[in-house]
């Protein structure tokens, strides 16, 4: 396993964060993903295949040779760039600040949200990109070397720009999402364990896998049931997309009113993760 690797990431991304200076890989991604959709959508699963086998055919050539480089400490940065640990934390805890920038984070329509809904929407995004953007990239770092995570990462991108049930994407994104279903079914339970933990509720782990099962996706369930059992809050529940209203259930047990306050305890889950993470790669390195 690339514990050193993987120890040099997570660190250079905690402290530096997005590397403003060069074009991000997932930029990158997308640039890929729009071109593709420009000169050759089709809403079928057919065209939808071939969008993913180019991205990750690309990546593999690309990267591959990349990750024969013999020196752990530029690998380590190269991959950094695949977490976004310090993005994410920042991008929630700016919601503080500016209750409309909740925009940039959520595909779901923001215009006419409430306080709570905001805070809601903060909290459940925080919960779900700490598997997306940070365990299920360091899981792969660590058990497929640098070539697994940007492969995870173009997976995950896929899904995000293509993966929706909607007129346009139905079909056309069906591979894509099918994809980071499998990609994610580990990771999402693994961020669901460790959000029990940090918090001290794993005693809720069996309320966690109930809750989990009512979201519609396979994975998206478990780190935001998990966050929402330990803040004692009420997640999900109506919420629009694309100007039609979803009725998802409700995560949790608690309130369903979300104060600034709760998305401060759910960022204070942030020290502690680090921590762990850090001491779990460290003792991985010297063993």
Known sequence: MYFDIALIAYLTDRIFGEFTFIRHPVVLMGDFITAFQKHFYRDT??????LVFWLLAAVLALVTPISLIDNVWVLGIIASSGIAGKMLYESVQ??????QSIRYLVSRD???LSKSD???AAIETYAENLSDGVIAPLFYLLVFGLVGLFLYKAINTLDSMVG???EKYEKF???AARLDDIANYIPSRITA???LILFGKLGKLPQTWHYAALHESPNAGYPIAAMALSLNVSLGGATS???VIKNKPYFGEGKREISDEDIRSALALQWKLDTLVIIVLAAGVMV
């Open 241 to 243: 997309y694309f100007g």
């Open 118 to 120: 905001i805070n809601k």
């Open 164 to 166: 929706y049930r909607n």
């Open 173 to 175: 994104g069906k591979v």
């Open 45 to 50: 699963i057919a065209r939808g295949f071939w």
């Open 193 to 195: 364990v460790l959000i």
């Open 110 to 112: 923001t215009e006419n």
């Open 94 to 99: 700016n919601v503080l600040n500016d209750p």
